[in-house]
C-alpha cells in the first residue's frame, strides 16, 4: 500500500514493523493438517484484502506472494474451524461492500479503490457492514502469521516473511560467530520440523 497515502494507516512498513507482536507459537507451533476451507472465489477475494495490506514492492515480496493467504485457509480448515462460518460472511459483506459502493468484485477494483474501502472498514464506517472494524484487524492478525511463521502452515512460502525481517530460522544450536552482534545470522531456511517437511502449498 502506498505510504503517501496517509488516511490509510497500515502501511507495509507498519505491519512489518509489528511482526515481533506475533508469537512464538505461530513461529513454531505442533503441525496441522493441509486441509482447506475457502472456496476459489473467497480466496480471490481474500487474497486481493491482504495484497493491499503488504503489497509487493522494492522491499520485497507481498502477503500474496508469501502465501498469507493460503497459511488462513488452511487455519480455517482445522485450528481455527470455529471461525469459519464468521470468516465466509464477513468475505461476502467485503463483496457486498465493493458492490454497492462500486459496482464491481471487490478483487476487480483498483488498489486505490480497495485501499479506499479497507480504510472505510478500518475505522468502522464501512455502510452496511457492521463489525468490519474486527473483522479487518482479524485479517491484519492473520495476514502477519501467514507471512512470518513457520512455512510448514502454508504461509512464509520460500522462506520470504523470514528474509524480510531478517528471521535466519529455528535452530537447535549456533556457533559463537552466528552469535555475534556484528554478525548477521546466516539464514537456515529450514522448517522446524526439518527438511522436507513442508508439506505441498497453492
Known sequence: MAEE???????RRAVIATATF????????AAQTPATALSPA???TLEAFVDRLVPQDELGPGAVECGA???IDRALADALSAEKGGFVQNLANVETLARSTHGSAFADLSPEVRD???TSMEKGSAAGFP?????????RRLTLEGMFGDPYYGGNRNFAGWDLIKYPGPRLATTLADQ???TPAKPYRK???GPGEIPNVR
Open 5 to 11: 497515502n496517509d488516511s490509510f494507516q497500515m502501511t
Open 22 to 29: 506475533v508469537p512464538l507459537a505461530a513461529l513454531t507451533a
Open 42 to 44: 473467497e480466496i480471490r
Open 69 to 71: 493467504a493460503n497459511y
Open 116 to 118: 479506499e474501502l479497507l
Open 131 to 139: 463489525g468490519a472494524r474486527q473483522f479487518f484487524g482479524r485479517v
Open 180 to 182: 555475534s552482534m556484528k
Open 191 to 193: 522448517s522446524a520440523y
